[in-house]
């Protein structure tokens, strides 16, 4: 069974840094697009930054600039570096993954990283 865990949330104080990471398990035979979202309290969960198979990337207007999202293909992880953190990237971190296994393509999604920005 195809599982994605995201791992690197926590607190940090306005200005500052964090790393997510996704791993995967299972029996994989290829991934496609990866990308991670977020969604705080009371908001709907928002696309942050994805990127393709070819290494293509893609940004919310929120985060250029401050957010970086890189892959691993032989690892099968994705990243999150987020610098110049602020109040406002308050949320929980979704990894989510189009993923190839047993010769079918599904949508897959982590269990959730909660990142608070905070001083």
């Known amino acids: 069974q195809v599982q994605l865990v995201e791992s690197g949330g926590g607190l940090v104080q306005p200005g500052g840094s964090l790393r997510l990471s996704c791993t995967t398990s299972?029996?994989?035979?290829?991934?496609?697009?990866m990308a991670w979202y977020r969604q705080g309290t009371g908001k709907e969960r928002e696309l942050v930054a994805a990127?393709?198979?070819?290494?293509?990337?893609n940004y919310a207007d929120s985060v250029k600039g401050r957010f970086t999202i890189s892959r691993d293909s032989a690892k099968n992880t994705v990243y999150l570096q987020m610098n110049s953190l602020i109040p406002e990237d308050t949320a929980v971190y979704y990894c989510?993954?189009?993923?190839?296994?047993?010769?079918?393509?599904?949508?897959?999604w982590g269990q959730g990283s909660q990142v608070t920005v905070s001083s």
């Open positions: 299972g029996r994989i035979d290829g991934i496609n697009t």
């Open positions: 989510n993954a189009d993923i190839w296994a047993l010769r079918r393509l599904n949508n897959y």
């Open positions: 990127i393709t198979r070819g290494g293509q990337t």
